[in-house]
């Protein structure tokens, strides 16, 4: 029973050591300057400004109205769960998700440009 208890004090104490440092692994980096966009991405960045601003941060983890976006495609799953793609991110954009209205009359470019403004963040 002792061997037990000193086992599992010896697991709680290592998993509450290493947890932090693996968080600290996975932080997000820095999004990329606005001066230092290519002009697609500047240009996703004033679709974004324009159709997705009043609702989510760019630049923030931050919720606004949805989630922050910051390091959203640099990410594994999205906040709803969903792969963090460009297929599924197009698909919430295009098609709404939730709250969160669609935006059929985007065209394809402006995603495009939109999609790519996202990879910077």
């Known amino acids: 029973m002792k061997n ?6 010896f697991l709680y ?12 692994c996975h932080s997000t980096p820095p999004a ?4 230092q966009l290519d002009a697609q991405q500047a240009h996703g960045h004033q679709v ?6 009043q609702c989510h941060y ?3 983890s931050d919720p606004l109205h949805g989630p922050g976006l910051r390091g959203v495609m640099k990410r594994q799953y999205l906040p ?6 460009d297929e599924r ?3 919430t954009i295009l098609h709404g998700r939730n709250l969160m209205p669609a935006q059929p009359y985007l065209d394809p470019q402006d995603t495009n440009d ?8």
């Open 4 to 9: 037990l208890l000193s086992k599992r004090l």
């Open 13 to 24: 104490t290592l998993s509450s050591t290493l947890y932090p440092l693996a968080l600290g």
């Open 32 to 35: 990329t300057p606005l001066d």
């Open 48 to 53: 974004f400004e324009a159709h997705c601003a």
């Open 58 to 60: 760019d630049r923030a």
């Open 80 to 85: 709803s769960g969903a792969p963090a793609n």
């Open 89 to 91: 991110v197009t698909n």
């Open 114 to 121: 939109l999609l790519a403004y996202l990879h910077t963040l």
